[in-house]
């Protein structure tokens, strides 16, 4: 394959992923899409279902036998299924050329569709396809009103704009750099990644997903800044845009910390680490703090063993540390009651433990009286989005290690 050549299959690539995107944003909310399915975009949105052929020949002029392939292809598929009468997803032809669109005049007879779409010849043996699968005159008709070509698609560049514009429309508060910097690459990288699915049904994503897994430019930006500035700087912003209070009094809030532990885990390295934090993040306790102004933050170490988590716990409490976990006694269930009440005069705790992930929306369920904030300190991706509390202050931060958080407190 020669250098333009190549170079025009991936465009056509990128040109089928951006319509792929472009179809999603404009569908109504609720709809899907299979990428690679029947053809290469299957749109499930009620009266605008559709299976999608999507080409790209910016250098080639229109002939009915650039689409006539792809044409047949769709009938076999109208015809495996029983020529249903009655069916709603249609089938588009969606294709950009360099020129020749005045060859082709619709809408298409039945006649001209047989003649010069359903009929081939191969080693000078015409084949007419209508007539090798059985069809009738109906089910001619039946598939030709399902049937929309449109050769006068977009240029690549055009699309994109498009697709920059209904990016802007979608995700709030974003702009044109947004999109180019952040949310286009992320989308794209979305697509791709069902592309290459084997199994169908993981090639599948509804609107309001696809939009949730793009609207990350935190993250991204994340990235970026750890790159570009080093570590030290960011953790000093990190501190500065989370974690400076006005006043010299930590504010009162419910404040979870959920810290990847992925790596070599040192558990006396680890427990100092806690430390600084159940001490940096709690109440100072005084002759006559009152009750309702003791808080200490939650903790919530992933990636660690229960064997690494005793350990770690075992150190907190050779160093004077204490903490709550939400187990009234040995072998009892997990109370998040238990685990939720103040620190006491008596019982002042610096730390309380959530025992797992699945543990965290029920434990922020049961947290009353105060603002609830949530940070995600994650080296390579944050809590899965679905065990993430609903309508919850959350911050999902990249971490460089698992003591990130510690180099916050010290920046």
């Known amino acids: 394959m020669t250098d333009r050549s190549a170079t025009a299959t991936i465009k056509g690539y990128f040109y089928q992923f951006d319509q792929t995107i472009v179809r ?202 750890q790159q570009k500035f080093g570590a030290d700087y960011y953790a000093k912003m990190i501190r500065r845009k989370f974690f400076n209070s006005k006043t010299t009094k930590m504010p009162i809030a419910s404040r979870i910390f959920i810290i990847d532990m992925n790596g070599v885990c040192e558990a006396q390295k680890a427990a100092g680490m806690l430390a600084k934090l159940g001490d940096f993040f709690s109440h100072k306790e005084h002759a006559r703090t009152p009750p309702q102004d003791r808080f200490c933050p939650y903790v919530l170490l992933r990636g660690i063993t229960s064997t690494e988590l005793i350990k770690i716990k075992a150190e907190l409490w050779d160093q004077g540390v204490r903490f709550s976990e939400g187990y009234p006694y040995q072998g009892a269930d997990f109370s998040e009651k238990l685990l939720v009440d103040h620190p006491t005069k008596e019982n002042l705790w610096r730390l309380k433990f959530i025992p797992s992930e699945a543990k965290l929306i029920s434990t922020v369920s049961a947290i009353s009286g105060s603002i609830i904030e949530i940070y995600d300190f994650y080296q390579t991706m944050p809590l899965d989005p679905a065990l993430v509390p609903k309508e919850k202050i959350y911050h999902p931060i990249r971490s460089s290690s698992s003591y990130f958080v510690q180099e916050v407190m010290q920046a």
């Open 24 to 225: 999603l944003l404009e569908a109504s909310s609720g709809a899907s899409i299979i990428v690679e399915g029947v053809e290469d975009i299957d749109l499930d949105d009620g009266d605008e279902s559709a299976f999608v052929q999507c080409k790209y020949y910016e250098g080639t002029e229109y002939n009915h036998s650039v689409i006539k392939d792809a044409i047949i292809l769709m009938l076999r598929h109208f015809h495996a299924a029983g020529c249903p009468r009655n069916q709603t997803f249609k089938y588009r032809l969606y294709g950009h050329y360099k020129g020749g669109q005045n060859k082709l005049v619709l809408p298409l007879s039945d006649a001209f569709l047989k003649a010069n779409f359903l009929t081939y010849t191969q080693k000078k043996v015409e084949h007419r396809v209508y007539e090798e699968l059985g069809l009738t005159a109906h089910d001619i008709s039946t598939f030709a009103s399902l049937l929309e070509i449109d050769i006068n698609a977009l240029s690549y560049e055009d699309q994109q704009q498009k697709l920059n514009k209904l990016l802007i429309a979608a995700i709030p508060d974003s702009n044109v750099i947004d999109v180019e910097s952040f949310f286009y690459p992320a989308a794209i990288n979305v697509i791709q990644k069902l592309a290459v699915e084997l199994d169908e049904k993981r090639r599948k994503i509804i609107k309001e997903d696809f939009l949730k897994s793009i609207n990350r430019k935190e993250i991204i930006f994340s990235v970026w800044l």
